[in-house]
């Protein structure tokens, strides 16, 4: 008989935002009438910026065209595309970055978790506690861990305590680490860091040949000019990071799928046999060998989202989700609960009423309030007496639960 990959027994029963799918799924069926509220996971509600969508129909047109029909597109993405975003996000922020070190991809949970292909399986391995799921799960599944204890922590990994008293910022570890991950503005906790706080985990890395991998998924949302947006903003972090992006946050294409990795080309790692390896060069093996690039009708839609107009659009989309992040801190800070995150990110983190338990107080918002948000355990131990409430939902929904749920504490 065929075996199976015996690390994924180890995972803990499902995926984070399945089982809330799940949960509410079976109160959904009990109560149809109930009129729910998703602030759970932190996906986008608003249309398209006009802009991509224009762009997109312009590409299918081409499509449909003998002259300009494409078939398969380079598997690191369209020059015209990385051109753009390194010029936009990274040459404009004084960042050393060319266009070919991007590579488009079709998410950063993909990527985040694609990435361990080209890692060695005796690494060790940081994570911040609470933590997006997908760094620690894919970790589990590629064999990198032991089994999971009754706090839903992984033998073998390293995880690194984030609160209000370190201001949601992990301190630098004693030990050494080969691989650490790090996502600013972070999910889950809206927290952001400062370019001395980069900086410690850059010279950190530096001097333990770590490498860090940086999840600036959110990067849109900051909003205070002294946060950095890329790692690289920091000096000497092409020598030790990888960055993760997407379009799916600031432009809205969750279900389009678009994202971008970063990949120095002066990045390396060790080998068996003591030599350095160019990671650049084994990811865009990895990748001419397991994909086949992003459709060109959404890298022309990516494209336009650094057009002016789109520009304009995606500000507005990101304002208009900050202010619903405002709303829900305001009320729920007026009501007498203590919130963070939330004003350099989409979302924020609460702590539960009296000591309540995260998913005691998912169950008790679901059932009371039909609201649902994420229960801070399910990000990992240290998350536990937390929830997570996500800004993407439209303004009337968002007024309508800071409402239902201040009514009812
Ligand atoms: C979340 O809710 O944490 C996000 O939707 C995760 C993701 O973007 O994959």
Redesign the pocket.
Known sequence: MATINDNYLKLKAGYL?PEIGRRVSTFAEANPDAPIIKLG???VTEPLPEACRNAMVKAIDDMGNRDSFKGYGPEQGYAWLREKIVAHDFQARGCEVDAGEIFISDGS?CDCGNILDIFGDDNTIAVTDPV?P?YVDTNVMAGHTGPCNDQGEYEGLTYLPINAGNHFTAQIPNQKVDLIYLCFPN??TGAVATKNHLQDWVNYAKSHGSIILFDA?YEAYITDPDIPHSIYEIEGARDCAIEFRSF?KNAGFTGTRCALTVVPKTLTAQAADGSEVELWKLWNRRQSTKFNGVSYIVQRGAEAVYSEAGQAQIKGLISFYLENAKIIREKLTAAGLQVFGGVNAPYVWVQTPNGISSWDFFDQLLHKTHVVG?PGSGFGAAGEGYFRI?AFNSRTNVEEAMQRITANL
Request: proline share 8%; aromatic share 16%.
């Open positions: 935002f996971i932190g996906d949970k997006y997908v999910n889950p998924a799916s994420t996500s």
